[in-house]
């Protein structure tokens, strides 16, 4: 059986551990966390998946390597170096990092080529898509790789052709949540009214067609060409920024409308993870 060296068993982490648990993988876990044990036998109980409190031991004899601890480039530096001395030459080192780009967090490693982003967005078990970053040094050997072992588990790897900060899906997230907000704060609409809008309209088509294909669709027959010259030759509006002095009303009409603590995150992730599953399920059938 393959062996996967997991580390850090965060949010993150441990859904990791789900995903190559049950794809076949024999997972290695390494956290310090003094509930590891406990968190292996609940939330991991039935799977194959060993408890480490250090990286460099759960990372002997690994085929793969996914990093998932905090996201600190002094942290990750000490941590790649150690990852890079306990695996072999051709294993992957993916660091999960949201943040960080592939380069910095391989600066001055001698395991360079073998350093890649390997994106998760949350829930990493349930969310399709892994973005594979490459830093400047990394081989396309290890880039490969990565897609395969990504595209086995049945995830929706995908490939950028260089790092940039935010990658795309988090570059792509803030336009979205910056003008969210502005929005909230410029007293247009409410914090749920503007959620609702969107589960109603913008999040639904996403989930069925990207940008790109919505544009071509939007411009009918003729496609995103009629669409650039007609609706969208009029989109010339500024669109602000958040004020960051303001945020305390939108934190605490956030926090009015979904509340906070265990009980309700417990609750709110739940309903989120049954209807992803569901949404899935639909568009797996198609
Ligand atoms: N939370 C998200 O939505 C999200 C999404 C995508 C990617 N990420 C990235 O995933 C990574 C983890 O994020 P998270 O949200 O799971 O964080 P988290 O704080 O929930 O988990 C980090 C874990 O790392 C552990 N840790 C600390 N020192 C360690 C060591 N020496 N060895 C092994 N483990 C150690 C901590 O005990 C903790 O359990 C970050 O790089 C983050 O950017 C997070």
Excluded: C
């Excluded at 592939?102 to 078990?125: C, T, V, Y």
Aim: negative net charge.
């Amino acid at each position: 059986m393959a062996k996967v060296a997991i580390v850090g068993a965060g949010v993150i982490g441990i859904g990791w551990a789900k995903l190559f648990a049950r794809g076949g993988w024999d997972v290695a876990l390494a956290d310090p966390r003094p509930d590891l044990d406990q968190i292996v036998r609940s939330e991991l109980s039935g799977l194959s998946v060993t408890a480490y409190p250090e990286a460099g031991a759960a990372a002997e004899g690994a085929d793969y390597v996914q990093e998932a601890g905090p996201e600190r480039l002094d942290f990750k530096h000490k941590l790649f170096a150690e990852l890079a001395d306990a695996t072999a030459g051709d294993v992957v080192l993916a660091s999960s990092s949201s943040s960080l780009l592939p380069s910095e967090i391989a600066k001055g490693s001698p395991a360079a080529d073998r350093i890649l982003i390997g994106h998760p967005f949350n829930p990493a078990d349930l969310m399709p898509l892994v973005e594979v970053v490459p830093g400047e040094k990394t081989s396309s050997m290890a880039m490969d790789r990565a897609m395969q072992v990504y595209g086995d588990l049945g995830k929706t790897p995908i490939r950028l052709k260089r790092e940039i900060p935010g990658f795309v899906g988090n570059r792509l997230q803030k336009v979205f949540n910056d003008q969210s907000i502005y929005l909230v704060q410029q007293g247009v609409i409410d914090a749920k009214d503007l959620d609702d809008l969107v589960k109603a309209s913008l999040g639904l088509r996403w989930a069925t067609v990207g940008p790109f294909e919505g544009m071509n669709l939007g411009g009918g027959p003729a496609g995103i060409l009629h669409l650039m010259q007609n609706v969208g030759s009029q989109m010339t509006f500024e669109i602000g920024e958040p004020d960051k002095s303001k945020m305390g009303m939108v934190i605490k009409e956030v926090d009015a409308a979904y509340g906070n603590g265990e009980q309700k995150y417990e609750q709110g992730v739940t309903a989120r993870d049954d209807k992803t599953r569901k949404i899935l399920k639909v568009l797996d059938e198609n």
